[in-house]
Every structure is written in structure tokens, then in C-alpha cells.
């Protein structure tokens, strides 16, 4: 199965979580459309639900790899099995723009959800964990992990005198991933409507 997740082929453990999950949120679609079609709906609830926090813990798991990734490239401590302390270190740091602070808190939120034994993750709380896990994964890959990025927060860590780096203009990398990236926004939009649509479309042909 093609995955909207190519942007990982570096990281294959990652590629590996992010295809996992995208292939039981198909899977959980294929169930729903048996469902209207036979009886025993309690047994496919139950069935769906397992593909959707299946779904859900392996995109955790990936953003997880991925702060993992950030913290050891940037010089911050990782701490293991906290996912939102590390977010709260990098955002600290000065790493990330709101919004995708947001975006990853909200990523976090429903996949906790999906951790916990007696958690009930809504069918469309995990579509849109998945769009914003592919969108937040493919900008951290193309410039938050690229050397240049981290080359000048690092010297404008120095600079600042070890505080948050891009303290002066711009303020931080997220709000100069949106400057830097402008001349490839085209491109890079391109790829995001591709990633978000890809489960719409699915959905369509499955008639859901």
C-alpha cells in the first residue's frame, strides 16, 4: 500500500507506525461498509474501534519519534515516556509556531485517548488526528530536521546567550519555517491537499 507518509522514508520505524495507521483507518472504513450490509453490529463496533486506536496510538508513536528526533538535533533533554513535557521543552526552545504547538497538542489529546484501555476515540477525531499528524510530520521533516534550521538556532541560541533561540527577528523556527518556506508554498500546499484528502476520497468510494 502507497502511503501519504513517504516524507519518513528516512526514518523507517516511523514510516512503518504512520503506514500501520493509515492502513487500519482504511481497514475500519472497509468494516463500516460490511456493517450496513450485515448484522452482528456489535461485534464490528468493537472491531472498528480496535483498528481506530490502533490508528491512533501509532501516530502518537510517531510523533513521539519524532520529538525524540528534534530533541537530540537541537541539544534539549528528552524525557522518555513524556510526550507532553517534551512538547513543553520544545516549545520553551522556541522550536515551533502556535500553531503547530496546537496542532501537536491536539494530536496528543486524542492519542491518549487511544492509549487508554477504556478510551473511546470518535471515528473522526482520529481522520483529523491523522491530517494533522501528516501535516505537523511532513513540515518537521522538510524544514524543522533540515540542517540549515538547525545550524541557525543553534547560533541563535549562542547568541541570546543560551535562551530561546530566535529571540530577536524572527522570534522563533516556527514563524521562520512560514517566511522561509513561502517561495515553496505552492509545492509544499500541493503535497498537504494531497495528504488530506486522501482519506475524503477513500471515504467517497466506500460510499461512507
Known amino acids: 500500500m502507497r502511503t501519504n507518509f513517504e516524507h519518513l522514508r528516512k ?114 477525531e482520529v481522520r483529523r488526528m491523522y491530517e494533522l499528524m501528516y501535516q505537523e510530520s511532513y513540515k518537521i521533516v522538510t524544514f524543522y530536521l533540515k540542517e540549515e534550521t538547525i545550524t541557525a538556532y543553534k547560533q541563535g541560541n549562542k547568541k541570546s546567550g543560551g535562551h530561546s533561540a530566535y529571540s530577536s527577528k524572527p522570534q522563533n523556527s516556527g514563524q521562520n519555517y512560514n517566511t522561509k518556506q513561502e517561495s515553496n508554498s505552492g509545492a509544499a500546499g500541493a503535497w498537504l491537499l494531497v495528504g488530506a484528502a486522501f482519506l475524503i476520497i477513500v471515504f467517497f468510494l466506500m460510499g461512507i
Open 11 to 124: 526514518y523507517p520505524e516511523l514510516l512503518a507506525d504512520a503506514t500501520e495507521a493509515e492502513e487500519s483507518l482504511v481497514e475500519e472504513i472497509e468494516l463500516e461498509r460490511e456493517m450496513s450490509r450485515q448484522s452482528g453490529r456489535t461485534f464490528a463496533d468493537a472491531k472498528c474501534m480496535a483498528k481506530r486506536k490502533n490508528a491512533g496510538n501509532k501516530l502518537r508513536q510517531v510523533l513521539e519519534g519524532l520529538l525524540e528526533i528534534l530533541c537530540n538535533l537541537y541539544g534539549i533533554e528528552f524525557k522518555a515516556h513524556d510526550l507532553f513535557e517534551n512538547m513543553k521543552r520544545m516549545e520553551s526552545a522556541g522550536i515551533f509556531n502556535k500553531k503547530s504547538i496546537d496542532n501537536l497538542h491536539i494530536i496528543r489529546k486524542i492519542g491518549n485517548k487511544c492509549s487508554h484501555k477504556q478510551g473511546r476515540p470518535g471515528k473522526e
